[in-house]
């Protein structure tokens, strides 16, 4: 059981976060505890859900911002998140497990994703303080100006999920994924 209440359904949650938990409804078919949750607050779930739909738009591909969010969730220790993108990385990213698995550490077995995932995987353990040499390396993989402002959008966007879930102990509502141990 979460730490704070999460909203049963749509219709518990603030009035306020009502439209956009009804999006999200009609995207994928149901609302994920992680929004129910965070739609206790509605500038929260404006801000995930506007930061989300922002980043959908951009430039890194679909698997490669399932990557980064695996990576993150495992060095970040966040069930949830190992559950639910493993669940979605698999289902719509198309992930096999031995690409799921070397996600979770922080790297990929197709290279140019690689460099994307070990970019986010230092930022993490840096916490931003990287060197110009991480810069040059995932530029040298392929990856311009605008993906790089990117792949540290979705670093800060999975912190943010990974720190809710972690926090609030947001119950799993995926098949469950533990992380590693230490």
Known sequence: MS???TPATI????EESRPILETIKKQI??????FRLVSNSPAALTGLAS???ALAKGKLAPATRERIALAMAEANGCDYCLSAHTFTGTKFAKLDADEIFANR?????DPKAAAAVEFARALTTTRGA?????????RSAGYADAEIVEIIAHVALNTFT???NEALETEIDFPR???AAA
């Open 3 to 5: 730490r704070i209440p």
């Open 11 to 14: 219709e518990d949650a603030p």
């Open 29 to 34: 078919g149901s609302v994920p505890n992680i």
């Open 51 to 53: 930061l989300q739909g």
């Open 105 to 109: 550490r922080g790297t990929s077995n």
């Open 130 to 138: 990287i060197g110009p040499e991480e810069i040059a390396k995932v």
């Open 162 to 164: 990974n720190y809710i």
């Open 177 to 179: 994924i533990d992380k």
